[in-house]
């Protein structure tokens, strides 16, 4: 093999390693890149192992042989313009894989002797030795990494195209959901206005077996309302549609209305609520509205799981730039495993279809979001068996 090189290169490989030829020839053999060089005449003087193989072209074959004559489909093509400025202008080049595609006509034989295309990108050289220019071309294997970009590619394109039917499902599933909603509270705010006008007597006096079924009639479009007005949020929620309309809002005067509105459901439970010492003009920043549909879940929930003749306790504490509301309890407490769950969408610590206690398991998932997104957070401490304090976050109103 050493017997190939010519004495050009024994004196370039002498200059500038200090091996012995026969070790460099070697080291270049055992290169995984394709190197040959070129001198001043544009022959090739200098033709590695690895250039054989990919090329078939044995060294006797090339050595001593112009480039363009061993490449004469090459001739005129970006190739040689770059090996002619290197050995003209001294000017380093890379020809990237990706900017001149397959640049010289190499194969690499596979296992089980196929030939496969050779991706290559190529670094060109000048150097110059004893007053002499060359050009070193070094080859780079790059069909593994094309390989891996076309793989990544199609899967990138399947994603993509994934992404898209899911997004085009989940749009229909909230368009959906939101027009059933719709559709369906308008003729059921219609049936529980009438069943209430009937209900409260002004039509006249029922007969009682008659009062019993119309008043179950009315409590449970009442339920179903609540429900469709709980999936219509959590719809909204889901499409980024929902609206606040963020005010400064006298905290007093909402927590005392929000009392009052519970104060009836409460009374189911036999749950006192006591809203304890609260500075007048606190103003924290938030929805009117929503914030009260927060606050209404957190009171009824206290007062669903408390027990009978218990007290639901609100506090407000100062903290630093925010301030929190906690509503406390003396029920049961949330089991440890529910814990994790429980502001996810329709979870309930009893999820069984002989719960005694009403409720879709939507309130703490909605409250949850509101919350977020009037920049505040929502979180409980409970003790099992001892009660639960949920408590609300809520930014301060700062008119500076
Ligand atoms: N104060 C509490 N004490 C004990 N468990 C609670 C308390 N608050 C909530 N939970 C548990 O968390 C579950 C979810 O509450 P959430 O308010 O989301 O739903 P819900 O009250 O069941 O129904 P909805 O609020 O939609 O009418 C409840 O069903 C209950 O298991
Ligand atoms: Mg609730």
Redesign the pocket.
Known sequence: MLSDINNMEREVIAEHVPLSASLFGKVLDFSENGLFLVDSDRKIILWNEWMVQASSLGREEVIGTAFVDVFPNLKGRRIESVINAALDTRTASLLSRSLNKAIFPLYLSEVGGEKRHLEQSVTVKPIQSNGHDYCLIQITDVTPMVQREDVLRVLAKEAGEALQVAEEASRFKSEFTSTVSHELRTPLTSIRGSLGLIVSGVMGELRPEMARLVGIAYNNTERLL??IN?ILDISKIESGKMDFVMEPVDLKTLLLQSVEANQAYGEQYEVKYVLNDVDDGVTVYADTDRLMQVLN??L???A???SKGAEVEINVIPKDAVIRVE?K?Y?????EK?QSR??E???????SDT?K???????????KSIIEQMGGAIG?D?VAGK????YIDICLFNDA
């Open positions: 609540f429900l709980d879940n957190l009824s929930n206290a669903k799981f408390s509503v309890d029920g049961n407490g949330i089991p529910f429980i502001f969408k329709f979870s309930q610590a009893d999820g719960r206690i009403g409720g879709t398991g939507l309130g703490l998932s909605i409250s409980f409970t009660g639960a304090t949920f």
